[in-house]
């Protein structure tokens, strides 16, 4: 482009035009030639759809060109031919180059295919062709008809010959008998094969025709019949009539997307069938399809690359886009996260409608790989590592669980917090473990329940009381930490529940541990002053209460074990911090503001169970005018019993809009009918080091970076109590991936991505039921060794619902035998049950090899049988029977090779036209055979990218545990001198706890000379005021 925008110059200059102008124009006028050459009607009505977006680049274009062209007045005419001569000798130079790696390129495919294709190379036997058919049989009775009618007319033709020859042989005997002489020549007419034709001989000679035609017609069908009878078969599918779809149907059925590199409309899916291009990039691709070498391999690919060929498609995928669960059956280096996995998560994020994407990565090289490539297709990537702590996200199971608790959710805190102990502490099967098992797991569950909740009140209490990060406080960790400091230690108390530290001789007193007079005291205190949560760490305590003080030590070692992971300090750090929003995953953009009608709590708010109208709009430049854009139009939502108005919002806004929620519905009170609120919205976006205004890019997609949504009110009714502090927006434009890197080695870690599967799909499950029923984002989980997790409570519930809500599961395993043993022969069978494709790569079990080959059905063969006789070998008996034969044997599955799989389809309706359709299984083989990332995606899956290479933002990285601590003795005392200080003072409150100074690291030794003058004037002042008083 910039040496035809320099030949365009020249010539402008020379023609005394315009040279911007001229270079416009010409610009213009090729591109749209171009358009109308390449281009189709439907091509051109997508680019009128997306002509923003064209505009855009158009202004840039000319902003490039205007650029350019200020450097070219500026260029002297020497340096201009310098360069323009530098660049010209620089292509024709690089032109034999391009001609001798393409001529590489077809000479070595020739090759290739040549040694697959010539009999006496290609030395590989026949697998899967089980029957020897005869070279000639009838299927129906209507060969039997056109056989006959192909016999009658060739009975009709020999009739005409015979006739015309008779006639001749009658007329030379005639004039033979008439004439003595013997030079009477017979007429060769008579023996022309032009008389097969002479139809005329029925009306010349009908009494020799007829006869002739009517004998030749019997003759025919006679034989027409023997044939038939002789050829027949009798082949008529009893024994079976399966079989695998046939490319075209496949082709009529799935959606056609590119293999690599373009984006394309609608949504990602599952690839079902793969076809390469009748193009250079897809032939070099089949080529390597079917012969790899490991020298050679990555000549042919530089080679592409140098051509430009290797970034742009070379096949195209079928994929299934409907929301559909898939199992898939791989063992170990089968090839399913080279042929599978990887191009599974590649087809998905290159969908113009992208899902959000949970990937189990139990090595970490898809996040490696991938990171750079998702990055630039637009995604937030996230990792939640268990191979490096340090370079992770933070996550905090009980994170779902305070800000339920924080907003007043009681029900729901509780909830969340039972659904983080089910997890931790349920290890038996449904249906199994019923005895003691079961009761150990139950009351742990509840001791964790109890727990929980209590710093849930201790927090909500400290805060009250100046300790601004009491909810920091809600951890794993410090629920251990109080279970092994109260539940270890006992004391004396008296009938009053009162600890008695010196007991007397007729003192009747009562031997219990530290734990059960917390929580006696917990619910003493709740008597004089009502708390929720201590009612419910209460309730929750007692479940766990009824055995004896001595049994209560096995309860606490029970509970206790289920724990000791998170007393480990990376554990503890990372899961301390929270950093991951799960309903941002399916829902990343909410609108949630609080309503009140007053501050005091004991008047009834009068916007509970209230209906609000939303609409939001914002305003198009028109030409001169402004045009109001409408993206959401009054869409209903209620206020919950807290309160809260929680919205979601589908489409994505513009940098500012307009939010205008209206009460008037017919539903409401009349008290809140008038009640209409506008607020305003405008995108922040990041700004780049140094003075200047200029907006950080993203250094991978070039997107602008969005900081924040900043919110106004812009109006309210009069006495409104709505503060900027009660509205919250939760806002991104871009949907998420996240990686579970799970370490092999590490098997103790993986109950942590157990429960992180477990609340993602719970938050994003119930925020669908209340918001329109379907996530905005699909959600697709793709776990391989699915089976190294710890089962995931509920998952056959959660597989069987979750695709009404857009949550897809694409699950790996290596045998059917693992799932069997993970989650029982009763929820396995629902799990495979509700997965309607089911991917069969490769398996060296025999049970699950048969089961595969049972499903995919049996066919009818014809079997032949030859007996001969010693005396009559010339003239052998041949019988002809029909077997039952499976389409693929389990021993044939156990031998596919690589690219090659089986895939099971439970669930389709209707091909793309509309007409009904049968699921027939698919067999992927020899010019469908799956390709490998290796062979086409290097540059989209990179295995050279490294952690090192990625930027990852720990907020528990650094994190000293201290500083977050409860010590569990001291808030025990607390606890107790609160209960006496309520008897004579109903409104004191807890004392928050003491936190210990961690040391300090500092970026220089100026800070630390600050921070300790800082420290040494605050304790003078200490002093001071102490000593004043």
Same mark, same amino acid.
């Given at each position: 482009?910039?040496?035809?925008?320099?030949?365009?110059?020249?010539?402008?200059?020379?023609?005394?035009?315009?040279?911007?102008?001229?270079?416009?124009?010409?610009?213009?006028?090729?591109?749209?030639?171009?358009?109308?050459?390449?281009?189709?009607?439907?091509?051109?009505?997508?680019?009128?759809?997306?002509?923003?977006?064209?505009?855009?680049?158009?202004?840039?274009?000319?902003?490039?060109?205007?650029?350019?062209?200020?450097?070219?007045?500026?260029?002297?005419?020497?340096?201009?031919?310098?360069?323009?001569?530098?660049?010209?000798?620089?292509?024709?130079?690089?032109?034999?180059?391009?001609?001798?790696?393409?001529?590489?390129?077809?000479?070595?495919?020739?090759?290739?295919?040549?040694?697959?294709?010539?009999?006496?190379?290609?030395?590989?036997?026949?697998?899967?062709?089980?029957?020897?058919?005869?070279?000639?049989?009838?299927?129906?009775?209507?060969? *039997?008809?056109?056989? =006959? /009618? &192909? @016999? #009658?007319?060739?009975?009709?033709?020999?009739?005409?010959? +015979?006739?015309?020859? !008779?006639?001749?042989?009658?007329?030379?005997?005639?004039?033979?008998?008439?004439?003595?002489?013997?030079?009477?020549? *017979?007429?060769?007419? =008579? /023996? &022309? @094969? #032009?008389?097969?034709?002479?139809?005329?001989?029925?009306? +010349?000679?009908?009494? !020799?025709?007829?006869?002739?035609?009517?004998?030749?017609?019997?003759?025919?069908?006679?034989?027409?019949?023997?044939? *038939?009878?002789?050829?027949?078969?009798?082949?008529?599918?009893?024994?079976?009539?399966?079989?695998?779809?046939?490319?075209?149907?496949?082709?009529?059925?799935?959606?056609?997307?590119?293999?690599?590199?373009?984006?394309?409309?609608?949504?990602?899916?599952?690839?079902?069938?793969?076809?390469?291009?009748?193009?250079?990039?897809?032939?070099?691709?089949?080529?390597?399809?079917?012969?790899?070498?490991?020298?050679?391999?990555?000549?042919?690919?530089?080679?592409?690359?140098?051509?430009?060929?290797?970034?742009?498609?070379?096949?195209?995928?079928?994929?299934?886009?409907?929301?559909?669960?898939?199992?898939?059956?791989?063992?170990?280096?089968?090839?399913?996260?080279?042929?599978?996995?990887?191009?599974?998560?590649?087809?998905?994020?290159?969908?113009?409608?992208?899902?959000?994407?949970?990937?189990?990565?139990?090595?970490?090289?898809?996040?490696?790989?991938?990171?750079?490539?998702?990055?630039?297709?637009?995604?937030?990537?996230?990792?939640?590592?268990?191979?490096?702590?340090?370079?992770?996200?933070?996550?905090?199971?009980?994170?779902?669980?305070?800000?339920?608790?924080?907003?007043?959710?009681?029900?729901?805190?509780?909830?969340?917090?039972?659904?983080?102990?089910?997890?931790?502490?349920?290890?038996?099967?449904?249906?199994?473990?019923?005895?003691?098992?079961?009761?150990?797991?139950?009351?742990?569950?509840?001791?964790?329940?109890?727990?929980?909740?209590?710093?849930?009140?201790?927090?909500?209490?400290?805060?009250?009381?100046?300790?601004?990060?009491?909810?920091?406080?809600?951890?794993?960790?410090?629920?251990?930490?109080?279970?092994?400091?109260?539940?270890?230690?006992?004391?004396?108390?008296?009938?009053?529940?009162?600890?008695?530290?010196?007991?007397?001789?007729?003192?009747?007193?009562?031997?219990?541990?530290?734990?059960?007079?917390?929580?006696?005291?917990?619910?003493?205190?709740?008597?004089?002053?009502?708390?929720?949560?201590?009612?419910?760490?209460?309730?929750?305590?007692?479940?766990?209460?009824?055995?004896?003080?001595?049994?209560?030590?096995?309860?606490?070692?029970?509970?206790?074990?289920?724990?000791?992971?998170?007393?480990?300090?990376?554990?503890?750090?990372?899961?301390?911090?929270?950093?991951?929003?799960?309903?941002?995953?399916?829902?990343?953009?909410?609108?949630?503001?609080?309503?009140?009608?007053?501050?005091?709590?004991?008047?009834?708010?009068?916007?509970?169970?209230?209906?609000?109208?939303?609409?939001?709009?914002?305003?198009?430049?028109?030409?001169?005018?402004?045009?109001?854009?409408?993206?959401?139009?009054?869409?209903?939502?209620?206020?919950?019993?807290?309160?809260?108005?929680?919205?979601?919002?589908?489409?994505?806004?513009?940098?500012?809009?307009?939010?205008?929620?209206?009460?008037?519905?017919?539903?409401?009170?009349?008290?809140?009918?008038?009640?209409?609120?506008?607020?305003?919205?405008?995108?922040?976006?990041?700004?780049?080091?140094?003075?200047?205004?200029?907006?950080?890019?993203?250094?991978?997609?070039?997107?602008?970076?969005?900081?924040?949504?900043?919110?106004?009110?812009?109006?309210?009714?009069?006495?409104?109590?709505?503060?900027?502090?009660?509205?919250?927006?939760?806002?991104?434009?871009?949907?998420?991936?996240?990686?579970?890197?799970?370490?092999?080695?590490?098997?103790?870690?993986?109950?942590?991505?157990?429960?992180?599967?477990?609340?993602?799909?719970?938050?994003?499950?119930?925020?669908?039921?209340?918001?329109?029923?379907?996530?905005?984002?699909?959600?697709?989980?793709?776990?391989?060794?699915?089976?190294?997790?710890?089962?995931?409570?509920?998952?056959?519930?959660?597989?069987?619902?979750?695709?009404?809500?857009?949550?897809?599961?694409?699950?790996?395993?290596?045998?059917?035998?693992?799932?069997?043993?993970?989650?029982?022969?009763?929820?396995?069978?629902?799990?495979?049950?509700?997965?309607?494709?089911?991917?069969?790569?490769?398996?060296?079990?025999?049970?699950?090899?048969?089961?595969?080959?049972?499903?995919?059905?049996?066919?009818?063969?014809?079997?032949?049988?030859?007996?001969?006789?010693?005396?009559?070998?010339?003239?052998?008996?041949?019988?002809?029977?029909?077997?039952?034969?499976?389409?693929?044997?389990?021993?044939?599955?156990?031998?596919?090779?690589?690219?090659?799989?089986?895939?099971?389809?439970?669930?389709?309706?209707?091909?793309?036209?509309?007409?009904?359709?049968?699921?027939?299984?698919?067999?992927?083989?020899?010019?469908?055979?799956?390709?490998?990332?290796?062979?086409?995606?290097?540059?989209?899956?990179?295995?050279?990218?490294?952690?090192?290479?990625?930027?990852?933002?720990?907020?528990?990285?650094?994190?000293?545990?201290?500083?977050?601590?409860?010590?569990?003795?001291?808030?025990?005392?607390?606890?107790?001198?609160?209960?006496?200080?309520?008897?004579?003072?109903?409104?004191?409150?807890?004392?928050?706890?003491?936190?210990?100074?961690?040391?300090?690291?500092?970026?220089?030794?100026?800070?630390?000379?600050?921070?300790?003058?800082?420290?040494?004037?605050?304790?003078?002042?200490?002093?001071?005021?102490?000593?004043?008083?």
């Amino acid at each position: 482009m910039v040496m035809l925008d320099y030949v365009v110059y020249v010539f402008g200059r020379l023609l005394g035009i315009n040279p911007i102008l001229a270079i416009v124009g010409t610009g213009s006028i090729s591109y749209g030639l171009w358009g109308i050459l390449k281009r189709s009607w439907s091509s051109f009505t997508n680019g009128w759809r997306h002509r923003k977006v064209f505009l855009k680049r158009y202004k840039h274009f000319i902003y490039d060109l205007r650029s350019s062209l200020s450097q070219l007045k500026t260029m002297k005419a020497s340096h201009f031919a310098k360069s323009f001569g530098c660049q010209s000798i620089k292509w024709i130079r690089m032109i034999p180059q391009w001609l001798f790696i393409f001529l590489l390129l077809v000479v070595w495919n020739l090759v290739v295919r040549a040694l697959d294709y010539l009999p006496f190379i290609h030395w590989e036997r026949k697998r899967f062709a089980k029957e020897m058919r005869p070279i000639l049989y009838f299927k129906t009775p209507r060969s *039997f008809v056109v056989m =006959g /009618l &192909a @016999f #009658s007319v060739i009975a009709l033709m020999l009739t005409n010959y +015979v006739v015309a020859l !008779l006639r001749a042989c009658f007329h030379y005997l005639y004039l033979t008998l008439q004439s003595k002489s013997l030079e009477i020549a *017979f007429d060769q007419t =008579g /023996l &022309a @094969f #032009s008389n097969l034709w002479w139809f005329a001989s029925f009306s +010349v000679a009908p009494i !020799l025709a007829v006869p002739i035609f009517l004998l030749g017609l019997g003759l025919a069908w006679r034989s027409a019949w023997i044939n *038939f009878e002789q050829y027949r078969n009798y082949n008529n599918n009893e024994e079976g009539d399966d079989r695998f779809a046939t490319e075209q149907e496949i082709k009529d059925q799935y959606i056609k997307v590119p293999n690599k590199a373009a984006s394309f409309e609608g949504n990602g899916g599952i690839p079902v069938f793969h076809e390469t291009k009748k193009s250079l990039g897809g032939v070099t691709l089949r080529s390597h399809i079917i012969w790899q070498n490991r020298k050679i391999s990555p000549i042919i690919t530089h080679a592409q690359k140098i051509l430009g060929i290797y970034g742009k498609p070379s096949g195209y995928y079928y994929i299934e886009t409907n929301p559909t669960n898939m199992l898939g059956l791989g063992t170990t280096r089968s090839g399913k996260g080279e042929g599978f996995i990887t191009e599974t998560i590649d087809i998905n994020s290159r969908a113009k409608e992208k899902p959000s994407m949970v990937i189990a990565d139990p090595k970490g090289e898809h996040y490696q790989s991938s990171y750079k490539t998702m990055r630039q297709r637009g995604y937030d990537v996230e990792v939640l590592s268990f191979q490096n702590m340090d370079w992770s996200m933070s996550y905090n199971p009980l994170a779902l669980a305070i800000e339920a608790a924080k907003k007043g959710y009681y029900e729901k805190a509780q909830t969340y917090v039972n659904a983080v102990a089910e997890a931790i502490y349920r290890k038996t099967k449904p249906g199994v473990g019923n005895g003691n098992a079961k009761y150990w797991e139950d009351t742990s569950i509840s001791l964790f329940n109890a727990i929980t909740i209590a710093l849930f009140d201790r927090a909500n209490e400290a805060l009250q009381n100046g300790e601004d990060d009491a909810w920091d406080t809600v951890t794993i960790r410090n629920v251990a930490k109080f279970l092994t400091d109260l539940g270890s230690e006992e004391v004396l108390v008296d009938s009053s529940g009162m600890i008695v530290e010196e007991p007397m001789d007729d003192q009747i007193l009562t031997k219990k541990s530290k734990l059960t007079v917390y929580f006696d005291n917990l619910r003493q205190i709740n008597q004089r002053r009502f708390s929720k949560f201590r009612e419910m760490a209460d309730i929750n305590f007692r479940a766990s209460d009824f055995a004896s003080e001595e049994t209560k030590g096995n309860v606490f070692s029970s509970m206790m074990a289920g724990i000791t992971l998170f007393l480990q300090d990376n554990v503890a750090k990372l899961t301390s911090k929270n950093a991951i929003d799960l309903t941002s995953v399916g829902f990343p953009r909410r609108l949630a503001i609080r309503f009140r009608s007053s501050h005091n709590r004991q008047l009834k708010n009068a916007f509970l169970h209230q209906t609000a109208k939303i609409t939001m709009t914002s305003h198009k430049q028109w030409g001169k005018s402004q045009k109001e854009v409408v993206h959401v139009k009054e869409a209903t939502a209620l206020v919950d019993e807290a309160g809260y108005l929680t919205f979601v919002i589908a489409p994505k806004l513009p940098d500012t809009f307009q939010i205008r929620i209206d009460f008037n519905h017919d539903a409401n009170d009349e008290a809140v009918k008038d009640q209409v609120f506008l607020l305003q919205g405008t995108k922040v976006y990041q700004k780049a080091g140094g003075l200047g205004k200029r907006l950080k890019k993203d250094p991978y997609s070039g997107e602008t970076m969005l900081d924040k949504v900043s919110i106004t009110i812009q109006e309210a009714p009069k006495g409104s109590l709505l503060q900027l502090e009660d509205i919250e927006l939760t806002y991104s434009d871009k949907p998420k991936v996240i990686y579970l890197v799970t370490p092999p080695n590490q098997v103790a870690y993986n109950a942590l991505v157990s429960l992180f599967l477990d609340q993602l799909f719970n938050a994003n499950y119930e925020m669908a039921l209340s918001s329109g029923r379907k996530t905005v984002h699909r959600i697709v989980h793709v776990l391989d060794e699915f089976t190294n997790i710890p089962m995931i409570p509920h998952m056959e519930t959660k597989i069987s619902i979750g695709l009404g809500q857009n949550i897809l599961y694409y699950l790996w395993v290596q045998n059917l035998e693992q799932l069997n043993d993970k989650y029982g022969d009763n929820v396995s069978a629902t799990i495979r049950s509700n997965c309607s494709i089911e991917v069969y790569i490769k398996s060296n079990s025999d049970k699950t090899n048969s089961a595969y080959s049972k499903a995919l059905g049996t066919r009818t063969i014809t079997s032949r049988h030859r007996s001969a006789n010693i005396i009559d070998e010339a003239n052998p008996n041949v019988s002809v029977t029909q077997k039952k034969q499976e389409l693929l044997t389990p021993t044939q599955l156990s031998k596919l090779q690589e690219g090659e799989a089986v895939i099971l389809r439970g669930v389709k309706g209707r091909d793309k036209k509309g007409r009904k359709v049968t699921t027939d299984p698919i067999f992927l083989r020899e010019k469908t055979s799956l390709p490998y990332r290796y062979m086409f995606l290097e540059d989209a899956f990179d295995q050279s990218m490294t952690l090192s290479d990625i930027p990852v933002k720990s907020d528990h990285r650094g994190l000293d545990l201290q500083d977050i601590a409860v010590d569990a003795k001291t808030n025990f005392n607390h606890m107790i001198a609160w209960r006496y200080d309520l008897i004579s003072n109903p409104e004191s409150r807890l004392a928050g706890r003491k936190r210990p100074q961690a040391p300090k690291q500092f970026e220089s030794i100026d800070d630390l000379y600050e921070e300790t003058a800082i420290d040494l004037f605050q304790e003078d002042s200490d002093y001071t005021m102490t000593d004043v008083s």
